[in-house]
T-cell receptor
């Protein structure tokens, strides 16, 4: 158990809908990262927050947004869902905001868009 | 562009048959190279971080090494429970800790 908690574990929704994925980082960690894993793309970095502020952005679609709240939990919002958004979405956390810190991953939220 | 390439894509071993997984990288200023293990449908499990060429780290049957261009994950006398996908990732210089992952090597160890 990495200490990173993600909910829900599984989610099935229809195209065009909006979903919210939730993440609680490990105790004491200030950075939260979101990654997307699909069969053909591997693990792709989406976005990083550090202590409530956006730190880095990857290839995150405009339909996707995220935020980190004062209690350090984070939410990833996915809207206008398409079939191609079906993937495993991972949250990860680390103590600091940049390199050198070990990053621990949660168990993921499996999103299926039908 | 920062890039990570892992080989082979898949590897089948007999129990006890030692081998190595390769991770080649190009990155603008390496801050750290990470190895993770991932079981199907699960999150990546942290194994090692290497920071500079020549560094080595060991954990049970696994040993990770780092040069200026690549890293190796050596598996000594593997057991069936070592079957998993092994992911390599790099952290580049800059003010972000984001990881750039390779596609992974899927290891199957047969009894």
């Amino acid at each position: 158990d990495s200490g990173v908690t993600q909910t829900p574990k599984h989610l099935i929704t229809a195209t065009g809908q909006r979903v919210t994925l939730r993440c609680s980082p490990r105790s004491g960690d200030l950075s939260v990262y979101w990654y997307q894993q699909s069969l053909d793309q591997g693990l792709q970095f989406l976005i990083q927050y550090y202590n409530g502020e956006e730190r880095a952005k990857g290839n995150i679609l405009e339909r996707f947004s995220a935020q980190q709240f004062p209690d350090l939990h984070s939410e990833l919002n996915l809207s206008s869902l398409e079939l191609g958004d079906s993937a495993l979405y991972f949250c990860a956390s680390s103590i600091g905001d940049f390199s050198g810190n070990t990053i621990y991953f949660g168990e993921g939220s499996w999103l299926t868009v039908v | 562009e920062d890039q990570v390439t892992q080989s082979p894509e898949a590897l089948r071993l007999q129990e006890g048959e030692s081998s190595s997984l390769n991770c080649s990288y190009t990155v603008s200023g390496l801050r750290g190279l990470f190895w993770y293990r991932q079981d199907p449908g699960k999150g990546p499990e942290f194994l090692f971080t290497l920071y500079s060429a020549g560094e080595e780290k060991e954990k049970e049957r696994l040993k990770a090494t780092l040069t200026k261009k690549e890293s190796f994950l050596h598996i000594t006398a593997p057991k069936p429970e070592d079957s998993a996908t092994y992911l390599c990732a790099v952290q580049a210089s800059g003010n972000t800790g984001k990881l750039i992952f390779g596609q992974g090597t899927t290891l199957q160890v047969k009894p």
